[in-house]
């Protein structure tokens, strides 16, 4: 019988025969206080001259999620490739749990599970055959019980003897994460994992993604959906052109880099704003039936109360007024526009 590709974890050293000496989990080398993951500058370069990652430097602590965004082509999966073994790097190292990825790959890899951007699986393979062949790759034991949780966890119980052609495109997403997950590794990358999944099941994906990290996997997402990000990560980073822009705490960065919006509705429209109000750098829309006043949240002053008071003196109505918060997604935009 012919060897099956091997795709939907990292296998330890990238041959879908590989047997591990030892099945129990290696030991991470560094104490729980080191990051899980450290990158140290990481760059790729290939053969066309492409340079895909720029000295990028990255530490993922432990039990974290960590989400990375960047548009297509930023370097995202490429770097996700060389920390799983499937990429060389041009310059750099990378440890995972303290084992380097190239001194001792076995170990290294053995920590991770992975569930790439493009499905593929063993079609005409049973979904329980497929979960438990990835298993085994590691030199795990059989273990039934634990197989049954994930495809409960992923909702595919009910799909366990179907063959892998048999499933919708969102059952096959989850199908790869539950091999991904088979031989319980301590890190899991997804890359774009809710991509063709609808709304509930995405829903369903975040609910699992949290009780993973509840039991101490760390979590590394790429996505396009910024409301994943803001829904789910602990932390944010933001590559563009191969370049970390930056790694932050979500509430930080949003603090930080978020804006607020204040919209006034007016009695009568403006035609012209008096030059009383030049300083607050307001623009006029809604034909002069509405001005928006961008102010910076973690200034000492956010100038609204003299704004109000200079509108008033230069009779000016408002009717009505609401604030509105900067979103990840403004910041991500931002960002990248400014780094471009």
């Known amino acids: 019988m012919a ?7 990292c296998p330890p050293d990238g041959r879908a025969n590989f047997r591990a000496e030892n099945s129990e989990k ?9 990051p899980i993951i450290s990158v140290s500058g990481l760059s790729k370069t290939y053969e066309n001259g492409f340079q895909a990652l720029k000295s990028v430097d990255l530490e993922i602590r432990e039990s974290e999620i960590l989400a990375l965004l960047g548009p297509n082509g930023a370097g995202k999966t490429t770097m996700i490739s060389i920390i799983c073994g499937l990429a060389n790097p041009t310059t750099g190292s990378v440890t995972v749990g303290g084992h380097d990825i190239k001194r001792d790959f076995r170990a290294a890899r053995s920590l991770i599970g992975l569930v790439p951007q493009e499905l593929h699986t063993e079609s005409f393979e049973s979904v329980w055959a497929t979960v438990n062949f990835s298993r085994g790759l590691f030199g795990k034991p059989p273990n039934a019980k634990l197989v049954e949780q994930i495809l409960r966890d992923l909702t595919l119980w009910e799909k366990k003897d179907s063959k892998v052609f048999e499933l919708s495109g969102g059952m096959k997403r989850r199908l790869m994460i539950a091999k991904a997950l088979s031989h319980e590794p301590r890190i899991l990358f997804l890359d774009e994992p809710t991509a063709g999944v609808d709304v509930e099941l995405r829903k369903d994906m975040w609910q699992l993604i949290h009780k993973l990290r509840e039991t101490g996997v760390t979590v590394i997402l790429t996505t396009h959906y910024i409301e994943e990000a803001e829904e789910m990560a602990d932390r944010i980073g933001v590559i563009n052109n191969g370049e970390m822009l930056l790694i932050e705490e979500k509430s930080e960065l949003m603090r930080k880099l978020g804006r607020k919006q204040l919209t006034l509705e007016l009695r009568e429209p403006v035609d012209t704003l008096p030059e009383a109000l030049g300083r607050y750098d307001l623009e006029v829309a809604n034909n002069g039936q509405t001005l928006i006043y961008t102010y910076d949240t973690s200034a000492a002053r956010t100038g609204i109360t003299s704004l109000l008071a200079d509108l008033n003196r230069s009779g000016i109505a408002v009717r009505d007024l609401e604030t509105r918060s900067s979103s990840l997604e403004d910041i991500f935009v931002s960002l990248v526009r400014d780094r471009s």
Request: hydrophobic share 20%.
């Open 3 to 9: 060897t099956r590709p091997y795709i939907g974890s």
């Open 26 to 34: 290696p030991m991470l080398q560094k104490s729980s206080t080191s």
